[in-house]
């Protein structure tokens, strides 16, 4: 974080759909004992701000604003304890429903959904939009009649090496692996990877050691692991595991299809967490020394319903969920040993969407 005077205290950022009663952008202040979050304010300057993401340094927020004509806003966070987002500049995306963005190389990438594509948007020092930009466009289709007619850019983030923008899309079952010219802001694709038919891939996060992709299905409940070669830039799948059991129904949740929505990886690499919609549930996998075969290990309820998103607190011992639905945040401690949740509190947070932390 950015500034030399002493250190200052951590904030959580809970991102919400203004549309479905959300606040927008709530700040709350985190006990660093207990993990327990605070509200101390919201600000709906920008209308449903449902990801977020923290600029290196710290002194900057970016939030995309999923609606049909697609922008996202960049907030200042004031250098006093409060933290507050100042609303500091906006730009169009040139694509429909943004749903994930990331910083990369001075410039911000946008997933866009509705409309298939990434954007990237050139950043000034200050962290404000220098105007121009690109739209990458995805083709393609998957086999499901509802979901997959056309491309679903889900998320957009850069490998561990940063030199190479990874892609996930919903749509055509498929991560796209790109370069990025930051003279040009341009991104060129270098390699497309197609994974099972029908999967619908949604997140993906890298394991600590940078060799292995952990890619979340949307569509059927499973989680496909990659190696990942970032001297190449090649994504190879290696194995397919299923999140939940068939018998691992939760009472408050029957009837309802599961769609998992994220994926988390502990610092260390020894456990993943999935976050499943529908199901209301967190799915603990422990992961072998390579990183190649997660292994189910358990299974704890979300603590709300429709958890959307799911964090690791900075230190990597607690596990924060966005439950959109019921309109909470939950936290639990993580047993070290064992990576199981432990259901430890919980604050209101009306269609929450996204939790970070600064």
Wanted: net charge negative; with cysteine; proline share 9%.
């Amino acid at each position: 974080m950015g500034g030399s005077g002493a250190v200052r205290p951590m904030r959580a950022y809970i991102g919400s759909f203004t549309s479905a009663g959300g606040d927008g952008i709530t700040t709350a202040a985190v006990d660093p004992g207990s993990g327990a979050l605070t509200p101390l304010h919201s600000a709906g300057a920008v209308p449903d701000p449902s990801f977020l993401a923290v600029a290196p340094g710290g002194d900057v927020l970016y939030a995309v604003s999923e609606t049909e004509s697609g922008a996202v806003a960049a907030f200042g966070l004031t250098r006093d304890a409060e933290r507050r987002p100042v609303p500091r500049d906006t730009a169009p995306v040139r694509g429909r429903g943004p749903t994930h963005l990331a910083v990369a190389d001075g410039h911000l990438l946008v997933a866009n959904y509705g409309s298939g594509s990434v954007t990237t948007l050139p950043l000034r020092a200050d962290g404000t939009f220098d105007r121009g930009g690109h739209v990458l466009r995805h083709e393609g289709e998957g086999p499901h009649p509802e979901r997959q007619g056309a491309p679903h850019a889900h998320a957009v983030l850069p490998d561990p090496t940063g030199r190479w923008v990874l892609s996930v899309d919903l749509g055509t079952d498929s991560v796209r692996i790109c370069v990025l010219d930051p003279a040009a802001g341009a991104l060129a694709l270098h390699h497309e990877v197609h994974l099972a038919p029908g999967s619908g891939p949604r997140h993906l996060a890298f394991h600590p050691r940078g060799d292995r992709a952990y890619v979340i299905n949307e569509l059927t409940p499973t989680l496909t692991t990659c190696r990942w070669d970032g001297d190449a830039g090649e994504l190879v799948p290696v194995t397919e595991t299923a999140v939940l059991t068939e018998t691992a129904v939760l009472p408050e949740a029957e009837g309802e299809a599961t769609h998992p929505s994220e994926v988390v990886i502990a610092p260390d690499g020894r456990f993943a967490w999935t976050a499943n919609r529908g199901h209301d549930s967190i799915t603990v996998l422990a992961l072998d020394p390579a990183g190649d075969r997660p292994h189910r290990v358990g299974q704890v309820p979300c603590g709300g319903r429709w958890p959307r998103h799911l964090t690791l607190d900075p230190a990597g011992g607690r596990l924060y969920a966005a439950n959109e639905r019921s309109g909470d945040v939950t936290w639990f401690d993580v047993d070290p040993v064992t990576g199981m949740p432990l259901r430890a509190g919980s604050v209101p947070a009306p269609a929450a969407s996204c939790v970070v932390f600064c």
